[in-house]
């Protein structure tokens, strides 16, 4: 594949997200705390969380394996936080769940499944075949180094929230709580703030199509589902925090 068709199919891919979001903006996802039983048949929601973020770290894994960029240690380095966040998504954070009982849509699974394996395809494909410009040098340069702080501030906020999150719900009858703390102090949903934020550190770290693009489904994917989230603590607890904002400190 010539990376000029690649690249155009990226494109198309990132409108379907700016189309994804726009509908999201009106529909909520019927999975964690918004789930509907009339989305059709239910699954476990932490097997349906193992499922369907389980191709986002074997697809581009493998496909990465079958081409030239993984005989180089650079390519390596540059996929490598990428492997990291999903290791932790797929292999440890499903098993921290506390969600005894609750189940999510097989559609909703189904369709996650969908956006990670584009995804995942996207990127594997891109570092194992399409990868042959980067230099050593690349490791030292500005842009590198700003996007690695990005990503890593990124994730480190995201473990935190996740723990944050993880623990009210150990301690609470009925899974939930007022997070307090950290930076739920300025936004309801610093998870997925953070989650943008390593992915778009992650764009910037490695400047290339498919990272852009998984920056943008992110974006796409979280920010309605902050909304909603936002829209339901206000909704189910009356002293809630009037000065949190949704998902950007001070903005939305």
Known sequence: MSEAFFNQ?????????????????????????????????????????????????????IIFLTGEGSSRRLIWILFLPFLIHYINRVLIFPF????????????IVLMAILFN???????????????????????????FVTG??????G????????NMLIWLR????????????GLFRYISCPNHFSEILEWTGYAIMVWNMPALSFAVWTFANLVPRALD??????????????????????IL
């Open 117 to 143: 394996s584009v995804n995942g395809y996207f990127l594997g494909y891109y570092w194992g075949y399409l990868s042959s410009g980067y230099t050593i040098e690349w490791l030292t340069s500005p842009q």
């Open 170 to 181: 150990k301690t609470s009858s009925n899974g939930y709580k007022i997070p307090y703390g």
């Open 229 to 250: 989230h936002h829209k339901w603590y206000k909704s189910h607890f009356e002293d809630y925090p009037k000065e949190r904002k949704a998902v950007f400190p001070g």
């Open 96 to 107: 921290r769940l506390r969600t005894k009982g609750k189940k999510m849509p097989v559609l």
């Open 155 to 162: 994730i480190g906020f995201n473990i935190r929230s996740d």
């Open 148 to 153: 690695l702080i990005i990503f890593c501030v």
């Open 9 to 61: 199919l990226i494109w198309i891919w990132i409108i379907v997200a700016v189309l994804t979001m726009i509908l999201l903006l009106f529909v909520t996802a019927p999975y964690g705390r918004h789930t509907k039983t009339n989305w059709g048949p239910m699954i476990s929601n932490r097997m349906g969380w193992l499922i369907m973020e389980l191709p986002a770290l074997l697809i581009p894994f």
